[in-house]
């Protein structure tokens, strides 16, 4: 499928759903799950590089993925984790195509510093990079997000008492400020259920078209990320209008 031509989203957001599923279908361990995640992420970039989509978002774990699973599979995603960002700290087109990779959520209270350490140099390595994103949610509530986004506001609502609350203001201060708004989420893994999590990028999804596939993400490779960039090509989008 030619998609050069196409009608492509500048800012793809995805929630990879359906690793554990997979595995269990499979009767596997949970965590064989993950790790067949970990390449149909690489799979999948691969492909977002190759379209030059300018920034991709992808939600790595929610809170409740660390903090309420069993010690043997966090034990396991850690070590994902910190192989994942040791593998792009080497990724020459990361340096290359001058792409900056930001990691979002509350992942510094919480890892080890083996863990934090890659993660930390490969923001520090990218950060003046501008003509990509690749953004990775770790650890992430957008509930959160909100919550920490008014803390600021109101700290500068104390130096300014004229401070005027508008939509400019919310996003200044928001994890997410510097990217653009959310064209398309993909969700992979519905079957039957399709819904957000966790107020995921909700300030910056609030005109994103919604792709729900049954899908699992160890199974949604490149052919079915250009089925999802293609039901957004058709797409015509209102925006309320």
């Known amino acids: ?33 993950h790790y067949e995640g970990v390449k149909r992420f690489i799979e999948v970039a691969n492909k977002a590089d190759e379209l030059d989509i300018f920034c991709l978002s992808f939600w ?8 309420e699973r069993s010690k043997t599979e966090v034990t396991i995603l850690m070590e994902l984790f910190r192989i994942h ?13 001058e792409i900056r990779v930001n990691i979002f959520g509350e992942w510094e209270k919480h890892f080890s510093t ?4 890659p993660m930390r140099e490969i923001i520090e390595k990218t950060k003046k990079h501008n003509k990509f994103f690749l953004n990775f949610f770790i650890m992430y509530d957008g509930r959160i997000e909100m919550v920490e986004a008014i803390k600021k506001i109101v700290d500068l609502g104390k130096k300014n008492k004229n401070l005027k609350i508008t939509q400019d203001l919310i996003k200044e201060n928001i994890y997410t400020a510097e990217l653009p708004p959310v064209d398309i989420v993909i969700r992979t893994g519905a079957e039957g259920d399709p819904h957000n999590s966790a107020g995921f990028m909700m300030w910056e999804t609030s005109y994103s078209q919604l792709y729900f596939t049954d899908v699992l ?10 089925k999802a960039l293609e039901n957004y090509a058709k797409r015509e989008r209102r925006k309320g209008k």
């Open 217 to 226: 993400w160890p199974d949604f490779g490149a052919e079915e990320f250009e």
């Open 60 to 67: 790595g774990a929610s809170a409740d993925n660390i903090l």
């Open 1 to 33: 499928m030619d998609m050069k031509n196409k009608n492509l989203p500048k800012h793809v957001a995805i929630i990879p759903d359906g690793n554990r599923r997979w595995a269990r279908k499979k009767d596997l361990i949970p965590w064989r799950g």
């Open 85 to 97: 960002f040791g593998r792009l700290l080497k990724n020459k087109r990361i340096f290359e195509k």
């Open 114 to 117: 083996r863990v934090k350490n």
